[in-house]
C-alpha cells in the first residue's frame, strides 16, 4: 500500500484499532421499558401496581400530575403502562431492522416509580418488568442479532423505600448508617438528590458502598457485565465526580475489558470524557440544535466544534452520545417545529463525531413536551411500510453503517462564510465523506477548500444524501469544491475513486 508519510501510517493503525472496538460511533436505541411494547399479559401483571398506582391504556398520553405529600412524589411518577422485559425481547427485530448496533434501557432494577431511577436494590429487577434471568435471555438475543446491551446505573442515589436507607434513618446504629448522609442542615434530616425527597443520596465515599457498588467481583456493575449485559450509562454523572467515575469505570473493564461506561454530564466534556469512555454529549446537543434553527452563525458554530475537537479526547468523543432529545428533554418535533430545521439537526446527529441516540419513536417522529409528556407510550401504529419518517431514519442510519469514516473517522472542517461544512476520513480517500449544511433562510453558493491531498483534480462527487435534485455534477477542481445550496439544504457526499476504462489517477495513493 502506498501512504504519504509516517502520519498517514499512523492513522491506519488508529482507523485499525477503532475498527475493531464496538463502542466506537455505535448506532444507540434508546428504550424505557414500561413504555416501549405493551405486554402480552398484562391481566396476570395487575397486582404489581397496587394503589396509588395506576395502569393506563397504550394510546393514553401522560400528563403532569400532582404532588402526593405521603408519597414525597408526583403523582404521575406512580403511573403506568405496563411494558416489561418479554415484550420488549419481542420488538427486537424493529431494532434490527432499524440497523441500531447498541440498545440502551433506562433503568429497570427494582424501583417504586415508573422510572426507577429510586433503585430499592440495585441486584434485583423490578418485577413489573421481569427478572435478572430476563435480562440473560434479553442479551443473549440481543448478541445472537448482532447488538450489544447498555443498562442504565443510577449510582448517586437510591430510593427512600429502600430497605438499607429505612434501616439507616430508623436506627443510628445501623450498618447502612454511613451509606447516606444524615444531619440536621438537610431538609427532612437526609441529603436527597435536588433535594427531591424520595431520592436519597449514596455515600460514595464510604468503603462498602463502593464495594457493593463497583469495587467487588460480586458488584452491581462488575456482575451485570459478566451476565452478559455490555455497558453502563451512569446517571448523573457530573454530581459522581472524576474520582469515582474513573473507578467505576476501570472496575467494569475489569469484569469485560471492552465495557462501555458512559455518563450523563450536562458539561463542557473535557475531563468528563477523559473520566470515563465517554459521556452524553449535550455541548454538541445545544450546537446542533441552534445551528439547525438558525440561531447560531456557522463560522461561530465551526469555532466552537473545532474547540471541543483540540480540547477532548477524541476516541472518547467517539465512544460519546450524541442526542437529539431522550427522556429528560421534550422530542425533537417539539424542539424543532419546522420540519426543515429537525432534518438539518438529523442530518448532523449521524454524521458528528460520536454515537448517535436514537429516542425510541423519534424514528417515526414521535411529538412530546416536557415531563412526562416526552415519555409516552411508543406509537407502533406510526411503524409501517411507506411511513416516511420511518424510512428518513432508517436512510440516515444506513448511510452512517455504510460509511466507516462517519462512525471511526477523524475530523476537520472547512472554512465557509454561511455554510456549515466538515469532513470525516480514515487513511483512504475513498472513505472520505464531506457533510455541508444550510442553516440560513436564504440560498448560498460558496467555493470550499477540501483540505484532502489526496483528492484528485477534476474527480466527481458521489451524492450520498440531498435534499434537492440539482443535476449539476459535483467536481474536486484543484481542492476546491462550487457548491449551492437552497435554503435549509444540506449535502453528503463522497469521494468517487473509481477507475474509468481500466484508468484511475489513484492508482499510487491509498
Not at 22 to 38: K, S
Request: proline share 4%; charged share 25%; with cysteine.
Amino acid at each position: 500500500m502506498n501512504y504519504a508519510d509516517d502520519l498517514d501510517i499512523q492513522l491506519r493503525d488508529t482507523m485499525t484499532e477503532r475498527r475493531r472496538d464496538w463502542r466506537m460511533g455505535a448506532v444507540v436505541y434508546q428504550v424505557l421499558v414500561d413504555r416501549f411494547a405493551p405486554s402480552a399479559d398484562l391481566e396476570a401483571k395487575r397486582d404489581l401496581y397496587p394503589a396509588p398506582k395506576t395502569l393506563h391504556s397504550w394510546d393514553e398520553v401522560p400528563r403532569m400530575g400532582e404532588y402526593l405529600e405521603d408519597e414525597q412524589l408526583w403523582s404521575h411518577e406512580i403511573q403506568f403502562w405496563g411494558g416489561d422485559l418479554a415484550s420488549l425481547r419481542a420488538k427486537l427485530d424493529h431494532l434490527q431492522s432499524l440497523n441500531v448496533d447498541v440498545l440502551y434501557l433506562n433503568p429497570i432494577h427494582v424501583g417504586y416509580t415508573n422510572h426507577k431511577y429510586d433503585s430499592l436494590d440495585f441486584a434485583d429487577v423490578s418485577p413489573e418488568f421481569g427478572s435478572r434471568d430476563d435480562v440473560i435471555a434479553l442479551a443473549d438475543e440481543c448478541h445472537r442479532m448482532g447488538m450489544k446491551l447498555v443498562l442504565d446505573g443510577v449510582f448517586n442515589h437510591m430510593g427512600q423505600n429502600a430497605a438499607i436507607f429505612k434501616s439507616a434513618q430508623a436506627d443510628s446504629h445501623s450498618a447502612y448508617r454511613d451509606w447516606f448522609y444524615f444531619g440536621d442542615q438537610y431538609r427532612g434530616g437526609y441529603l436527597a438528590w435536588e433535594d427531591a425527597r424520595n431520592l436519597p443520596e449514596l455515600n460514595l465515599e464510604c468503603p462498602a458502598v463502593q464495594d457493593y457498588i463497583y469495587a467487588g467481583e460480586n458488584s452491581v456493575v462488575q456482575k451485570y457485565l459478566r451476565d452478559g449485559v455490555d455497558g453502563w450509562r451512569l446517571d448523573v454523572a457530573h454530581d459522581i465526580g472524576y474520582r469515582f467515575l474513573k473507578d467505576i469505570t476501570d472496575a467494569a473493564h475489569r469484569a469485560k475489558d471492552d465495557a462501555l461506561v458512559v455518563g450523563e454530564a450536562w458539561c463542557y466534556p473535557t475531563q468528563w470524557v477523559s473520566a470515563m469512555d465517554g459521556l452524553m454529549n449535550f455541548s454538541l446537543r445545544q450546537l446542533v440544535l441552534n445551528l439547525s434553527r438558525g440561531e447560531l452563525d456557522p463560522r461561530i458554530a465551526r469555532d466552537m466544534f473545532n474547540d471541543m475537537l483540540a480540547d477532548c479526547d477524541y476516541d472518547g468523543l467517539l465512544k460519546s452520545w450524541l442526542i437529539l432529545d431522550n427522556h429528560d428533554t421534550a422530542r425533537l418535533p417539539n424542539i424543532l417545529p419546522n420540519r426543515a430545521d429537525r432534518k438539518l439537526a438529523q442530518v448532523l446527529h449521524f454524521t458528528l463525531p460520536g454515537s448517535p441516540n436514537v429516542y425510541y419513536g423519534s424514528e417515526v417522529d414521535m411529538s412530546g413536551g416536557e415531563d412526562p409528556e416526552m415519555r409516552a407510550p411508543m406509537r407502533w401504529d406510526r411503524v409501517a411500510e411507506g411511513c416516511e419518517d420511518l424510512d428518513w431514519t432508517k436512510h440516515l442510519i444506513d448511510l452512517r453503517q455504510a460509511n466507516p469514516a462517519l462512525k471511526i473517522g477523524a475530523t476537520r472542517t472547512m472554512a465557509a462564510k454561511q455554510l456549515f461544512a466538515f469532513e470525516r476520513y480514515t487513511e483512504q480517500v475513498a472513505e472520505s465523506v464531506f457533510v455541508i449544511i444550510n442553516p440560513s433562510d436564504n440560498p448560498v453558493s460558496e467555493m470550499l477548500l477540501l483540505r484532502n491531498a489526496k483528492l484528485m483534480t477534476n474527480r466527481a462527487m458521489d451524492r450520498l444524501l440531498s435534499n434537492e435534485n440539482n443535476p449539476i455534477e459535483m467536481k474536486v477542481v484543484a481542492g476546491s469544491l462550487q457548491v449551492s445550496l437552497p435554503s435549509k439544504g444540506f449535502m453528503v457526499l463522497r469521494a468517487n475513486t473509481d477507475a474509468v476504462n481500466g484508468y484511475t489517477t489513484f492508482k499510487r495513493v491509498v
